[in-house]
């Protein structure tokens, strides 16, 4: 968690003000906590999950070769036991 060294102000109706509390004291949080975490959940993971999202579709559009599951899975564990060899042998 960082250091919180910037202030916002919201001004909110009665009610809100009210229900807010309520919630911050059913918690037992700060009415500050519940508003961070709501604008971290609202606005920052979903931007993220957004960001995301885009990144897995360009990923799928390329036209990149891949091969089936078995024969990546035989290249990676072919990859391990090479490395753990090399290690091996320097630490020999």
């Known amino acids: 968690m960082g250091i919180y060294t910037k202030r916002v102000q919201a ?4 009610e809100q003000y009210k229900l807010l509390q309520d919630l ?3 918690q037992g949080k700060s009415l500050s906590v ?3 975490e709501a604008v971290e959940l609202e606005y920052f993971q979903k931007s993220l ?3 995301r ?3 897995l579709k360009q990923l799928l559009s390329m036209a990149a070769p891949v091969s089936d599951w ?3 899975e035989s290249e990676i564990t072919q990859g391990v036991l ?3 060899t090399k ?3 320097s630490h020999g």
């Open 11 to 14: 001004v909110l109706t009665e």
């Open 24 to 26: 911050a004291q059913e």
């Open 34 to 36: 519940l508003i961070r």
């Open 49 to 51: 999950l957004k960001q």
């Open 53 to 55: 999202r885009q990144a």
């Open 70 to 72: 078995r024969q990546i």
């Open 82 to 84: 090479e490395k753990r």
């Open 87 to 89: 290690s091996k042998r």
